[in-house]
């Protein structure tokens, strides 16, 4: 049993998984990119207060979630902190604090990265886990929703994952909620012997939150709650109408999920979920957003509508794996420098950072071992090439292997590297 191991609830991405979150990573940056969203990076933590304001005191991810972080003793700028649970308060945070509301809105961010929630291990969900994110801050919509929805949706697509299906409701805004809060208040209350103790506590503070209970007791309950669709306000009535026409003028399919709520306090009217069908009926739940038209104001900026979403991307893998999907290849070297002389590290080494100076993924083989142990490794790390050094340096030359044909050549080192620059354009898009 080695000493140390990584934190419960924490894993160590070695290099097969890590590429394939890399491949993720890429998919989201190129997408956010298409769609006009500039990357971003915020702290991983924060002051508590930006999710306590932002996520709400009252929710499962600050009530029981929040990782928070005590700065070592005597440090003066002790302060309290916690790790992100999620990437919204803290883009709203800097988005107020550097006065993004003047720039021309929408201003349209995302942001992939580890986020902390201090949750019971189990099966995909984890203490540090990845989100890819986007928020557009400054618009209200419908149109905007509509893109953020499909942005979501072809994410999965273009990450090569099936049937991920979207929920879609809204739950209204200060005008037509109030009244709607205390018609499940009254629901929830007339079963209050049925519901577990700590729902029966939030029934108090937040009959909405009980909706996002993941207590199986509660789902029975649930599913027969009052909903807010026949009693959203004018307004937001057309604005839900309008996200759905945009959508189906995308060629978006959604279900409509009527008691669909999400678990932070800040959403407003629009609220989504990416679902992916599990055994038996269960589902999981790949990640979800929605609009926050009253968070800019909550953490001290005008008054400014936003929305946005954070799609989980270790459940993504995890999901990929489970569909069968071809694990992307791990990154290795085009070339490995070996030569014949064992204790020859330094012409190996010369030789390999040329290779690289030029561009190209290379590596010398600097044990000292026989050169047909030095082929031999050159061949397991999956090179193409093998540049082997030997006596003919001394007339400027060496040979050229291409280890997957299994063909030998000299080349003169001047020419090395454009050599194998060319051929390796020609394996990678055909000979021209
Ligand atoms: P939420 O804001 O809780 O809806 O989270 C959005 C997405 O992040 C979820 O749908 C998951 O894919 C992912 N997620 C949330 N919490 C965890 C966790 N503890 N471990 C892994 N993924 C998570």
Redesign the pocket.
């Known amino acids: 049993m080695p000493r140390c191991q990584a934190p419960r609830?924490t894993r160590d991405l070695l290099p097969a998984e890590r590429a394939a979150f890399a491949r993720l990573e890429r998919i989201a940056l190129d997408l956010a990119t298409r769609y006009g969203y500039q990357p971003v990076e915020t702290p991983l933590f924060e002051q508590s207060e930006v999710f306590e304001r932002a996520v709400g005191a009252a929710t499962d991810?600050v009530e029981k979630?929040l990782f928070r972080v005590h700065a070592g003793r005597g440090d003066s700028e002790r302060e309290r902190w916690a790790l992100r649970?999620?990437p919204t308060a803290g883009i709203v945070r800097a988005y107020v604090q550097h006065g993004m509301q003047n720039l021309p809105q929408p201003v349209r961010l995302t942001l992939t990265g580890p986020?902390f929630?201090y949750?019971r291990?189990q099966a995909?969900?984890?203490?540090?886990?990845?989100?890819f994110d986007v928020e557009a801050i400054g618009d209200p919509g419908p149109g905007i929703d509509a893109e953020i929805v499909e942005l979501g949706a072809r994410f999965f697509r273009e990450a090569g994952l099936r049937d991920v299906v979207v929920r879609l409701n809204s739950i209204g805004d200060g005008d037509c909620r109030p009244a709607y809060v205390e018609r499940l208040r009254a629901y929830f209350a007339g079963h209050a012997d049925r519901l577990p103790a700590l729902e029966r506590e939030r029934l108090a503070a937040d009959p909405l939150r009980l909706l996002d209970s993941k207590d199986p007791l509660m789902q029975a309950l649930i599913a027969e709650a009052p909903t807010l669709t026949e009693d959203l306000c004018p307004a937001c009535a057309g604005h839900f109408a309008g996200v759905r026409a945009h959508l189906d003028a995308l060629g978006v399919e959604y279900q409509l999920e009527p008691r669909l709520v999400?678990?932070?306090d800040y959403y407003t009217r629009t609220a989504f979920?990416?679902f992916r069908p599990l055994e038996a009926g269960a589902q999981?739940?790949?990640?979800?957003?929605g609009r926050y038209d009253g968070l800019v104001e909550l953490m001290g900026g005008r008054p400014t509508p936003g929305i946005g979403?954070?799609?989980?991307?270790?459940?993504?893998v995890l999901a990929l794996a489970a569909q069968g999907a071809e694990a992307p290849p791990a990154p290795h070297v085009t070339v490995v420098v070996v030569s014949a002389d064992p204790a020859d590290t330094v012409t190996r080494l010369r030789v390999a950072t040329d290779l690289r100076a030029a561009g190209l993924a290379a590596r010398a083989d600097l044990a000292q071992r026989k050169l047909s142990r030095q082929l031999e490794g050159a061949a397991r790390d999956r090179a193409h090439f093998a540049v082997i050094c030997g006596d003919e340096l001394s007339h400027g030359q060496v040979q050229l292997k291409d280890l997957e044909a299994g063909t030998q050549r000299p080349v003169n080192v001047a020419d090395l590297a454009r050599e194998l620059l060319r051929a390796e354009g020609q394996h990678r898009h055909g000979p021209a």
């Open positions: 609830g991810v979630e649970p999620e986020m929630r949750d291990p995909g969900r984890y203490r540090q886990f990845w989100q999400r678990g932070l979920e990416f999981q739940a790949l990640g979800g957003g979403f954070g799609l989980g991307l270790d459940r993504v």
